[in-house]
Structures are given as structure tokens and as C-alpha cells.
Antibody, heavy 126, light 108 residues
Framework: QLQLQESGPGLVKPSETLSLTCTVS??????????WGWIRQPPGKGLEWIGS???????YYNPSLKSRVTISVDTSKNQFSLKLSSVTAADTAVYYC??????????????????WGQGTLVTVSS | AIRMTQSPSSFSASTGDRVTITCRAS??????LAWYQQKPGKAPKLLIY???TLQSGVPSRFSGSGSGTDFTLTISCLQSEDFATYYC??????????FGGGTKVEIK
């Protein structure tokens, strides 16, 4: 059974860079059948897609965050990572990683997320 | 970006009720829609994809319908474990995937 687990600092100072890693177990991140994604949820609010990555390294980002986001993949470790620079209090959220199952027969970053990691709360505060 | 609007944002219901949650897209998205359930402190869980396809292991009291701009999630007989927040997500317009604002189902 595929499982995802987020890890990283729970507290980041304003203007610094948030760094999180998602470790995939029970399956290979190098599968050609899936993308992998990051989604966040500010406390008490809804879900926001951050970005998606394919095992080959192809990335897609939310335009509202694109200037600050970098997502990368390490197939040797079965992990993918998120970096968000110049953070402010508005970036305080629970950050989730998830597998993106695309609907077409060829790889496109369009589909539904399943499963999700348990999420990790990142607080931006001095 | 396609905007997804859910209604109502919250409501109260009783165990055994039939409940319907609505999700409207700002433009047509065919059937490229998923529904998720989220309980407090937990990650979202996939319920339905392709607007009406039930994810494996999800109880059959959940059903989805709709296409184009208007979609519904129906719970035919509300159980205690169904009190949660539900989100829709479109994947027609990519790569920018967008979610609805959520509908919280509370106990009456």
C-alpha cells in the first residue's frame, strides 16, 4: 500500500526558505503512471495546489507561487521536495504531499490526488 | 484559473438524512471533477473522480453526478462517520488544479 510522509521544520522565520521532503513508500516514485504533488491548507481554510512533478523532473507550479517555489525529485531516495522562498505569515499552513493520478493515457499533470500524506504544519514566525 | 464554488459552505444534518452538496465551476470542465472528504486533523481522502466514479473502498452511499459546470455529491443515508468537510477539485484546466472552498457537514 502506497504511503507518503512529509518531513521538515515546523517553524520557519519570515523571509527564509521553507523546505519539506515527501518520502514515498510501498511504491516507486519513478512510475510513469503518476505525477506527484504538493498542496497546502492554511489553518481553518481550504486547499491550495502548490505544484506537481513527474519522475523525469518536469514541474508545474501554481502561478500565484511560481516565483518562490521549487519542486524537485530524487528517484534514488524515492522522495520529492518542496522549497518555498521568502516566506511570510501567509505561508503558514499544513503542507500535504500526494500522488497525482492523471486521467489520460499519457502523462499530463491533470487528475486527482490519492493517497495523501498525513500533512505537516509549518508556521512562519520570528 | 477555473474557480470552483461550493454551496452551502456548511449545514447541519441528522444521521440517516439524504444530503446533497453542490459544486459549480466558473467554466465548463466536462466531467473532470473529484470529491474529497476531510475530517479534523486528517488529510483529505478521495471519494469520487471523473465526477461519478466511486473510489475503491468508498461506501456506496456516496455518489456523484454532473458535468459541464454543475456537480453534486450525494450521501444517501448520512452516517456518524460522514460528518466532515467535503471538497471538490477540477482537473480540466491544468496544470493549475483548483479546489472548491469546502462544505462542512455538521451534526444537527
Amino acid at each position: 500500500q502506497l504511503q507518503l510522509q512529509e518531513s521538515g521544520p515546523g517553524l520557519v522565520k519570515p523571509s527564509e526558505t521553507l523546505s519539506l521532503t515527501c518520502t514515498v513508500s510501498g511504491g516507486s516514485i519513478s512510475s510513469s503512471s503518476y505525477y506527484w504533488g504538493w498542496i497546502r491548507q492554511p489553518p481553518g481554510k481550504g486547499l491550495e495546489w502548490i505544484g506537481s512533478i513527474y519522475y523525469s523532473g518536469s514541474t508545474y507550479y501554481n502561478p500565484s507561487l511560481k516565483s518562490r517555489v521549487t519542486i524537485s525529485v530524487d528517484t534514488s531516495k524515492n522522495q520529492f521536495s518542496l522549497k518555498l522562498s521568502s516566506v511570510t505569515a501567509a505561508d503558514t499552513a499544513v503542507y500535504y504531499c500526494a500522488r497525482l493520478i492523471f486521467w489520460s493515457g499519457y502523462p499530463i499533470p491533470a487528475g486527482w490526488f490519492d493517497p495523501w500524506g498525513q500533512g505537516t504544519l509549518v508556521t512562519v514566525s520570528s | 484559473a477555473i474557480r470552483m464554488t461550493q454551496s452551502p459552505s456548511s449545514f447541519s444534518a441528522s444521521t440517516g438524512d439524504r444530503v446533497t452538496i453542490t459544486c459549480r465551476a466558473s467554466q465548463g470542465i466536462s466531467s473532470y471533477l473529484a470529491w474529497y472528504q476531510q475530517k479534523p486533523g486528517k488529510a483529505p481522502k478521495l471519494l469520487i473522480y471523473a465526477a461519478s466514479t466511486l473510489q475503491s473502498g468508498v461506501p456506496s452511499r456516496f455518489s456523484g453526478s454532473g458535468s459541464g459546470t454543475d456537480f453534486t455529491l450525494t450521501i444517501s443515508c448520512l452516517q456518524s462517520e460522514d460528518f466532515a468537510t467535503y471538497y471538490c477539485q477540477q482537473y480540466y484546466s491544468y496544470p493549475q488544479l483548483t479546489f472548491g472552498g469546502g462544505t462542512k457537514v455538521e451534526i444537527k
